[in-house]
């Protein structure tokens, strides 16, 4: 009634292999009637063609990088040179007059000068005043803003994002107008509560915190925009598991956010103290010039008026070498706190 069924070993060679031992097999057979692929890499010609590079190959990526180089020696590296070597020499910039080297004695006179130590007094207040409009506030407005849903969000987001935009030329005529002595909103709004300001922009004690006020308002937008990105970089399963275990909102905020959020902030730190002098030099160019008194000052200014209104090349450069040493140790010692302080969830 039943067939017998032969044992596998009686089947032909081909119908015992199965799918994987068929490739196999074909492999074997296709090396052995081809054995000069089987040989070693480092003997191949095919192998020696694809691990050598002709020299255009080798060439190409430095070649690409060359007019970037070019730009940054002609417009970065070597006006630096120019003012290291400029710090030496006394010299009014014109140019049939000749220079006189006078050493360091520039930068003697630099550190002695009454004027430049108010103006590096000037630079950490307003250093220290833009960290609140830079780092505080901003950081307050976008953890804020993570509760609003929808068009909205991107609504408030833009409206505080646009006086970033403003030119600072645009900036100083608004700001003008509102701190007017005579028809001003701002003096007419303290006025109504028993305040007279005044000229707010010639009263010595007043006019540093009127800059601040104005350039901070500018800035509190690009630090919404920033922490907005680093918030938005943060995975909300950090939040949600740390949710589960309990945590309230502010643990949560404090243990988890702000932590992962270190590197933006440091960054934002490290931008404040090196651009705060930048970010308040066209403000204080247009609006006070400096005054009254030197009182709204900064290093940024000082140096334009010893180069370009005294015309004293030799002191502004070797100020600007000060103060090219000091950014640099600045900015070595922010990097050192990045690595030391910044926490990465990677």
């Given at each position: 009634m039943f067939s017998t069924v032969p044992p596998?070993?009686?089947?032909p060679e081909?119908?015992?292999?199965?799918?994987?031992?068929?490739?196999?097999?074909?492999?074997?057979k296709t090396a052995a009637r081809t054995p000069h692929l089987l040989t070693p890499r480092g003997n191949s010609n095919l192998g020696d063609h694809k691990t050598r590079k002709s020299?255009?190959?080798?060439?190409?990526?430095?070649?690409?990088?060359?007019?970037a180089m070019a730009m940054l020696i002609l417009w970065t590296y070597w006006p630096l040179v120019q003012t290291f070597e400029l710090s030496f020499y006394d010299w009014n910039m014109l140019p049939n007059t000749p220079r006189e080297f006078v050493g360091v004695d520039n930068y003697a006179d630099v550190i002695a000068l009454p004027e430049m130590r108010q103006a590096?007094?000037?630079?950490?207040?307003?250093?220290?005043?833009?960290?609140v409009f830079s780092l505080v506030l901003p950081?307050?407005?976008?953890?804020?803003?993570?509760?609003?849903?929808?068009?909205?969000?991107?609504?408030?987001?833009?409206?505080?994002?646009?006086?970033?935009l403003l030119t600072p030329v645009a900036t100083a005529a608004v700001w003008r107008w509102l701190f007017a002595p005579n028809g001003g909103t701002i003096n007419?709004?303290?006025?109504?509560?028993?305040?007279?300001?005044?000229?707010?922009?010639?009263?010595p004690g007043l006019a540093i915190w009127a800059i601040i006020i104005m350039v901070g308002w500018q800035m509190l937008g690009f630090g919404v925009l920033v922490i907005s990105a680093g918030l938005a970089g943060i995975s909300?399963?950090?939040?949600?598991?740390?949710?589960?275990?309990?945590?309230?909102?502010?643990?949560?905020?404090?243990?988890?956010?702000?932590?992962?959020?270190?590197?933006?902030?440091?960054?934002?730190?490290?931008?404040?103290?090196?651009?705060?002098?930048?970010?308040?030099?066209?403000?204080?160019?247009?609006?006070?010039?400096?005054?009254?008194?030197?009182?709204?000052?900064?290093?940024?200014?000082?140096?334009?008026?010893?180069?370009?209104?005294?015309?004293?090349?030799?002191?502004?450069?070797?100020?600007?070498?000060?103060?090219?040493?000091?950014?640099?140790?600045?900015?070595?010692?922010?990097?050192?706190?990045?690595?030391?302080?910044?926490?990465?969830?990677?």
């Open positions: 596998p070993s009686s089947y081909e119908q015992q292999l199965t799918g994987s031992s068929r490739a196999v097999e074909s492999t074997r020299p255009s190959q080798r060439l190409s990526p430095y070649l690409y990088l060359l007019p590096v007094r000037n630079t950490v207040v307003y250093t220290a005043a833009f960290a950081l307050l407005i976008a953890l804020l803003s993570q509760q609003v849903r929808g068009r909205w969000k991107t609504f408030y987001q833009a409206l505080i994002f646009v006086p970033f007419i709004a303290l006025s109504a509560f028993g305040i007279e300001l005044g000229n707010v922009l010639r009263d909300p399963e950090y939040s949600q598991a740390a949710g589960l275990d309990g945590a309230s909102a502010m643990t949560v905020t404090r243990k988890v956010t702000l932590p992962l959020l270190s590197p933006t902030l440091v960054f934002l730190g490290l931008m404040t103290v090196l651009l705060a002098a930048q970010w308040t030099y066209p403000i204080i160019d247009i609006l006070t010039q400096g005054g009254p008194s030197n009182s709204s000052t900064n290093i940024y200014y000082i140096l334009y008026q010893f180069g370009f209104q005294n015309f004293d090349s030799g002191l502004s450069s070797a100020a600007g070498v000060l103060f090219f040493i000091a950014f640099g140790a600045i900015g070595a010692l922010y990097m050192w706190m990045t690595r030391k302080l910044s926490f990465h969830d990677d």
